[in-house]
């Protein structure tokens, strides 16, 4: 998940199942687009019939999808275009939409994030503490170079620089990334004090973590080059999907 030339998180390579097949698509019922389902936010509606981010996609029953940022969300709640969109995918369902959706949503994005991480850690997929995390990128050992958000820049800049060597990339742009998560969320998910950097060890959970890196990335607004404007519904019958699929 490198990232030199401010690329996107992900790669051909990651966006092709094992066998070499290109992902099951899903289209938004907001912009009327269709992206890769793990690029996308599920919604599912709950027994009660309240409207929840299902961001592992594995709620039963219906679900519809959305690719945009919190700010665009936060906008479709506020105007009632979220409603109508859902009105259309999920027709005949009494739903109620929670006012505080947005908010639930990242916080499950969150959450996706930092139990992944805490997976590659107690799988052995993790460096922590900067001496550990400098010696393994200067040996070429280090798959991703991760930092808080509240790291500040000499850190992150020396261990850019041992990762750079490690790979024979001097002179590049290569570099770590800054994390959506502050030191306080970094430490509480991998139960750890003051963690402020990381780094990933095996090419293989690279990648598992850049699909969680990536939707919350995207819904905080950190990518600028696909914004797109709510359709007006046409197509609805694309915009739902059942049992979790």
Do not use: Y
Not at 9 to 28: H, N, Q
Not at 68 to 90: Q, T
Not at 172 to 186: M, N, S
């Amino acid at each position: 998940m490198r990232n030199p030339r401010n690329e996107p998180l992900s790669s051909d390579k990651a966006d092709r199942t094992p066998t070499g097949k290109t992902p099951p698509e899903r289209k938004c019922v907001l912009t009327g687009r269709h992206d890769a389902r793990g690029d996308l936010i599920r919604l599912a509606i709950s027994p009660d019939g309240d409207v929840l981010p299902d961001v592992l996609a594995r709620a039963p029953g219906r679900g519809a999808w959305i690719g945009v940022s919190r700010a665009d969300l936060e906008k479709a709640l506020g105007n009632g275009k979220l409603k109508g969109a859902l009105a259309r995918a999920f027709k005949g369902t009494s739903l109620r939409i929670p006012e505080d959706l947005a908010e639930r949503t990242q916080a499950a994005l969150t959450r996706a994030l930092t139990d992944r991480l805490g997976i590659e850690l107690r799988a052995g997929n993790v460096l922590l503490g900067t001496e550990r995390i400098a010696q393994g990128a200067r040996s070429g050992a280090v798959t991703f170079l991760g930092h808080a958000s509240d790291a500040g820049t000499d850190g992150p800049n020396k261990l850019a620089q041992a990762w750079r060597v490690g790979e024979g990339a001097e002179g590049t742009g290569l570099k770590g990334i800054i994390l959506p998560l502050d030191r306080a969320a970094l430490s509480v998910a991998l139960g750890r004090d003051n963690v402020v950097h990381l780094g990933l060890t095996d090419p293989i959970a690279t990648e598992r973590v850049a699909g969680p890196l990536q939707r919350l990335m995207h819904f905080l607004g950190h990518e600028t080059d696909d914004a797109a404007e709510p359709d007006d519904g046409a197509g609805a019958n694309d915009d739902i999907d059942t049992k979790g699929e």
